[in-house]
């Protein structure tokens, strides 16, 4: 669903070594959405002094010290989510029925805060768009 490309940008072929990256990517005849969709990230940047990087879409992080990491994570669950049609979602269930056991078996279940005085919880979901509506249509409320 998607190609993430870690530069070590200390090297000092590291411009070659994207392009060629590049070039075997494009001689696998890849679809060209996962090309255009590419996450690129350049590693240590913790080695160089207030490193920017150069490529507008790249995201610089430092591996070994967690810089980055963060942000790097969002743009992967981003275009993760585009590349497969999902969204997250939180939705209220009354914990007495059997929306939380279907949610379970229909999507990714990330979260659930129970609310105890009303028997109620919110529940964080990775959903397909199908899989929404039948939700939808088997849980109106």
Known sequence: DLIVHVRDITHPETILQKATVLSVLRNLNLPSHLLDSMVEVHNKMDLIERYKPAEENAIAVSALHGHGLEELKQEIEKKILTA?????????????????????????????????????????????????????NLFPN
Do not use: C, H
């Open 84 to 136: 497969t049609g999902k969204r997250i979602l939180t939705v209220n269930i009354n914990l007495e029925g059997p929306q939380l056991s279907w949610l379970y078996k229909e999507a990714t279940v990330q979260e659930v805060e129970v609310m105890p005085e009303d028997g109620t919880a919110r529940v964080k979901v990775i959903i397909g768009s199908s899989a929404f509506g039948r939700y939808k």
